[in-house]
């Protein structure tokens, strides 16, 4: 089993900690974890210092309503790419108003993969004053929760890398 399963709620908390220590914001825009990023950071005491906004943009529809993703950029690339990750994240951030906004949108599984976009499929979307990244994640575990934890401590891994380049 992967080691980043293991590592999202130790993730949340060092992350937690840093934005708290450098006085930074988060919000967040999620599909495919369906809000447990928001969950892991709100179950920890403090979070009302950092944490502005949660969106769990699980249809298209919401996710140009709420996250200002492109129609365009829906049809061209479909709703699991960098491309839609990266909107949702510069998405989340300015509607959040934070200096951070990460995303997520992906297939859990067990079905809806393709052989373009097999099930394990995690595009991450990470958007700050410095601009926006975005990386794509495969893995599958065989277990649909599992690879949603899988997504969400392989987005807040890049969130804390970010974060550690940034306030070293």
Request: aromatic share 6%; glycine share 10%; hydrophobic share 45%.
């Amino acid at each position: 089993m992967n080691l980043l399963l293991r590592d999202a709620d130790r993730l949340a908390r060092e992350i937690s900690h840093l934005l708290i220590l450098h006085k930074k914001t988060l919000a967040l825009g999620e599909s495919c974890t369906g809000g447990l990023m928001a969950f892991l950071f709100t179950s920890l005491a403090g979070s009302s210092i950092f944490f502005k906004l949660s969106a769990v943009t699980y249809a298209n529809e919401a996710k140009v309503s709420l996250l200002s993703v492109r129609p365009e950029t829906l049809e061209k690339h479909g709703a699991v790419s960098e491309a839609v990750a990266g909107e949702m994240a510069v998405g989340a951030r300015l509607a959040g108003m934070a200096d951070y906004g990460l995303s997520t949108t992906g297939i859990a599984g067990p079905s809806g993969g393709s052989d373009e976009k097999p099930v394990g499929t995690v595009c991450v979307g990470l958007a700050s004053a410095s601009g926006t990244d975005t990386w794509i994640f495969r893995e599958d575990t065989g277990d649909r929760h599992a690879n949603q934890r899988l997504f969400a401590a392989f987005a807040l891994y890049r969130l804390h890398c970010l974060m550690l380049e940034e306030n070293p």
